[in-house]
């Protein structure tokens, strides 16, 4: 399986052969260290848990210690677990390392991470409502949800609010997974993978990378 921990570096532009320009995110990805293998005979399933980013010294806690402890590690900051099926074929062991050279053949990628927060906001910039009409009397209500609940809107089930209303609130700061992005080259000397297209998360933030699962495009 080709799955990797890494961390957002940031955003660049590079050109191909004919002059072109393409947006690309690097991504330093690894090496991770191989912290357990699970197994349905000692955990009830099979699983792969990868650590990336070493935890400083004097703010190790002695559970994670003793985790890492039992492959001969340091702790790490960052740490991700993988279900693995019965086709599935994983030659890892507890304490290897995992680098970029596992996407050596690796046409497009998967990469998860945590959303930038921005905090609460209102429909407008949450969900995208065009808002009131700039004139014809409308006053102070611009940026205005509009009518919230009605009898009329769900005939027969109440005036209340319904469930799945789309309003104001807490926007961003939750885990997106964008997919199929083309990885273009890999750094193997620095662990850097370039990838077509932008990524979630802030740059430094923790990304998740495997092999894409839902390409269907033709291969150039």
């Known amino acids: 399986m080709s799955m990797l921990l890494g961390k957002k570096i940031g955003m660049t532009q590079v050109y191909d052969e ?17 912290m357990q293998v699970k197994t349905p005979e000692t955990d009830g399933y099979s699983a792969l848990q990868l650590g990336y980013d070493d935890v400083k010294k004097s703010r190790v806690k002695k559970p994670a210690a003793g985790h890492a402890g039992k492959v001969e590690s340091t702790a790490k900051r960052f740490v991700c677990e993988w279900r693995l099926g019965e086709k599935d074929q994983v030659e890892l062991g507890p304490g290897d390392d995992v680098k970029v050279s596992i996407f050596q053949d690796v046409r497009y990628v998967d990469v998860a991470g945590t959303s930038k927060g921005k905090g609460y906001a209102g429909v407008m910039k949450r969900h995208g409502f065009g808002g009131f009409p700039g004139s014809h009397g409308t006053e102070r209500k611009h940026r205005a949800p509009g009518s919230i609940a009605s009898h009329a809107s769900d005939r027969g089930h109440g005036g209340n609010l319904k469930k799945g209303k789309r309003m104001s609130g807490r926007l961003g700061g939750v885990r997106v997974t964008s997919k199929n992005h083309r990885l273009l080259f890999i750094d193997e000397e ?14 430094g933030g923790y990304v998740e990378i495997r092999r894409s699962k839902t390409h269907r495009q033709k291969e150039k």
């Open 190 to 203: 620095n662990n850097l993978l370039v990838i077509k297209g932008s990524v979630p998360g802030p740059a």
């Open 18 to 34: 004919e002059g072109r320009m393409t947006s690309v995110t690097v991504l330093q990805a690894g090496p991770c260290k191989v």
